[in-house]
């Protein structure tokens, strides 16, 4: 019986069936917080009121749900005023003061630390 089982092919379906399901399973997680980062801004100078573009990968809001400017002393919220997986567009907000800030993220999923301070700057004027 166990070679006829072999013969009609029952081990050989089996690892198609577990990949296929570890594969649906998988497609249903989030994406992973750790991929999730800044790339660029453009403009990389900008004054209060500017747009400006943050582009990068794993940005969606299924991700990101917070944008912050930091300068190592204060953290400022911005608000996002159009996000997609690559890309974040915010407006420099007023009060902000000049200088070189770093973009920080807020992750919407994971465990423990969830903002992540990005190696991107954004000068404001």
């Keep these: 019986m166990h070679q006829d089982f072999l013969q009609r092919g029952g081990l050989t379906r089996a690892p198609f069936v577990l990949v296929a399901l570890t594969g649906l399973l998988l497609s249903a997680l989030p994406a992973r917080a750790q991929g999730s980062h800044i790339i660029s801004v453009d403009p990389p100078t ?3 009121g500017d747009v400006v573009r943050a582009t990068g990968e794993g940005l969606g809001q299924g991700a990101v ?11 400022v919220k911005i608000a ?3 996000q997609t ?6 407006k420099i907000p007023a ?6 800030w770093a973009l ?4 919407k999923m994971g465990t423990g ?3 992540f301070e990005q190696p991107i700057k954004v000068t404001v004027e």
């Design 80 to 82: 996002i005023i159009e």
């Design 85 to 90: 997986e690559a890309v974040i567009t915010f």
């Design 113 to 115: 630390t969830r903002l």
């Design 104 to 107: 920080m993220i807020h992750l």
């Design 65 to 75: 749900d917070e944008l912050y400017l930091t300068n190592s002393t204060q953290d």
């Design 46 to 48: 900008a004054k209060i």
């Design 95 to 100: 009060g902000v003061k000049p200088g070189r």
